[in-house]
C-alpha cells in the first residue's frame, strides 16, 4: 500500500499530540491527557479519547480494514470475551488492520487491533480468542493505565526517529518506498504501543493466566493460547532464513519461551468445565437463562463458544488484505490446484471475483453455496450484491427486504443494502436506504461505514443537511478533523437550517475545534483543505 508523506506526518504528529503533549495543553484543549502522574490516574472518558484518535489516525493512514461483516464477527468475539473477563463493565472496540503480519495490540480505552495476518495463521476461533483474551487482560489488569507515564517520556524520540526512517524511505524512491514508508510507520507505531504498555514477564504471565480464564469463562477451548503459541514457533521455524519475517511483530513485543507455553498448558489442564456463554445453542435446561447452558464432559477442540463464522470470515479476510484483487483470485487458484476448495474457500474466491468486479464469474461459484447453505448470511448478502451488480435489482431487492424482514438491526446486512441503493442515484432509492438504516441510528455515532452510508442516503433523498452532518462525521472518524470542521462551517451558512439542526452542528463545532486548533498548533495542517481540494465524504454546503 502506497501512502502520501503528507498524511505519514500528520498521523505520526497526531500521536505524538496524544502522547507527547504537556498536561496542561491537553487540559486546555480538551484533548487526552497521557502524562498524568501515577498519582492522578486518567479517567475512563480520557482514555476513550486516545484510544479513539489512535483509531482515527490508523484509518487516516489507510491501515484499518473497515468491513462490517468482519467487524461484526470480530466484535462477537471480543464482546463475548470481555463479558467473561474481569472486568466486564470495560468497553472495548476491537478493529482490524489489513496487514498480513502477525499482530495485535491493545491500547488505552479498550481499543484493540488486531492485523489480518493473526487472523489468517490461526487454525480456529479459539486460537484468535485466545491473543484477543491475552490483549483484553492486558486493559482490565491495567497494564495499559500503568505505562502512559512512560509513554510521554518515551513517545518523543520513537516518534522522532520513525519520521526519519520515513523520510530516508521517500528519499530512495523506485516503487518500493511506498512499502518502506508503512513499515516504517507501522513499526514506529508498534514500537510506541509496546513502550506505552510497558510488557514486563509479570505482565505477560499475568496476561496469560486472566486469559486463559477468560477463555474458559467464554466458553472456548483454553489450551487454544498455547496451540497458537506454537503455531507461532513454527512460523518462526519457517522464516529463519528470511531476515525480515523471522520473528512476528506479535513475539518481538510478546516474548515467547518453551516455559511459558508449558505453562498456559498446565493452566489450561486445570480449569474445570464452567458455566459458559455459547453461540452454540439454547439450553435444554428450563432453570437456566436463555443462551446460557453448563458444560459438561471434555471441552471440545473445536471450542464450545465458536461463533461458527471462524472460515467465512478468514476467507474474507484474506480477499481484503491481498494486494490486489487478482492477486486474491491467484491465491485460490493455487490452492483449487492442490485440492478442491470448501465451501468457505469456495465463498473467498466467489467475493476476490466480486472485488475485481466480475459479478458474473461470483455468481458462479455463490449459486451452489446459496442452494447448499441458505441460511448463511455472509453467502447471502454476496449473492445480493452480485444480483443487483449483474442486471438482477428486483432478485437482489427481494432477497435484501426478506432477510431485513427477519433481521432489521443486523448491521453488515442494512450497510449492504444501503450501499447497493446508494450506487442508483435516485430519490426513491435514498428514502428506502435512509429507511434502512434508520434502526441503526442510535448507536452509530463512531461508526464511520455507517456515516458513509447514511451520508449517501441522505444525500439521494434531497436531505442535504443530514448528508453534510454524516459526512462531516465519516471525516473526523477518518482522521481528518480540519475537513469535518470546514464542512460543519458550511453547513451552518445554510438558511434552511432549523434549531434543531443548527443546535446539532454547533455543538459538533465545539467537540472538534480544540482538536483542530492543537493540530495547527503542532504545525500539523490537512493540505487538501488548504489547497481548497476536500477530501473523500465531505461536501460543501448549499
Known sequence: ???????????????????????????????????????????????????????????????????????????DVGQRLSGASDRPQQSFTFFMLRDRQINAFATLGGYIGMNAGLVLAADREDQVAGVLAHEISHVTQQHVLR?????????????????????????????????????????????????????????????????????????????????????????????????????????????????????????????????????????????????????????????????????????RLRVLSAPTPAQAIREYQQMRAKAPLDEARRYGLAFAHQQAGQHAQALQELGPLAQARPDNLWVQIALGESEARTGHAQDADRRFEALLARM???????????????????????????????????????????????????????????????????????????QALVQLNNLKKRDDLDYYARARIDARIAAITPTVLELRRQGVHDEEVRGGRLGFGVRTGR
Open 147 to 315: 505505562g502512559a507515564e512512560k509513554a510521554q517520556r518515551e513517545s518523543l524520540p520513537i516518534l522522532l526517529a520513525t519520521l526519519g526512517a520515513i523520510v530516508a524511505a521517500q528519499q530512495a524512491g523506485g516503487t518500493s518506498s511506498g512499502d518502506a514508508t508503512s513499515a516504517a510507520l507501522m513499526t514506529g507505531l508498534g514500537v510506541l504501543q509496546q513502550r506505552q504498555i510497558n510488557y514486563t514477564r509479570d505482565n505477560e504471565a499475568e496476561a496469560d493466566r486472566i486469559g486463559i480464564r477468560t477463555l474458559a469463562h467464554a466458553g472456548y477451548d483454553p489450551e487454544a493460547m498455547a496451540d497458537f503459541f506454537q503455531t507461532l514457533q513454527s512460523v518462526v521455524r519457517m522464516n529463519q532464513g528470511d531476515e525480515r519475517g523471522a520473528v512476528p511483530g506479535y513475539l518481538q513485543t510478546h516474548p515467547l519461551t518453551l516455559t511459558r507455553i508449558s505453562e498456559a498448558r498446565e493452566r489450561a489442564a486445570k480449569l474445570e468445565p464452567t458455566l459458559a456463554n455459547t453461540a452454540a445453542g439454547p439450553s435444554n435446561n428450563p432453570l437456566l437463562p436463555p443462551g446460557l447452558r453448563i458444560a459438561t464432559g471434555a471441552r471440545s477442540r473445536q471450542g464450545q463458544g465458536s461463533t461458527g463464522d471462524f472460515d467465512w470470515a478468514r476467507e
Open 1 to 75: 500500500m502506497t501512502l502520501f508523506p503528507r498524511r505519514l506526518s500528520t498521523a505520526l504528529l497526531a500521536c505524538l499530540l496524544a502522547t507527547g503533549t504537556a498536561t496542561a495543553i491537553a487540559q486546555d484543549r480538551g484533548l487526552p491527557d497521557i502524562g498524568s502522574s501515577a498519582g492522578s490516574m486518567l479517567s475512563p472518558a480520557r482514555q476513550a479519547e486516545y484510544g479513539a484518535m489512535v483509531l482515527a489516525q490508523l484509518r487516516h493512514a489507510g491501515y484499518v480494514l473497515d468491513d462490517p461483516l468482519l467487524d461484526g464477527w470480530l466484535m
Open 408 to 482: 432489521p438491526t443486523h448491521r453488515a446486512l442494512a450497510l449492504g443494502y444501503a450501499r447497493l441503493l446508494g450506487e442508483r442515484n435516485t430519490r426513491e432509492a435514498g428514502i428506502r436506504s435512509v429507511a434502512v438504516l434508520r434502526p441503526l441510528l442510535g448507536g452509530a455515532g463512531d461508526d464511520l461505514p455507517f456515516q458513509q452510508a447514511y451520508a449517501r442516503a441522505n444525500e439521494i433523498a434531497g436531505e442535504p443537511v443530514r448528508a453534510g452532518e454524516a459526512w462531516a462525521e465519516a471525516a473526523y472518524l477518518s482522521g481528518r478533523p480540519e
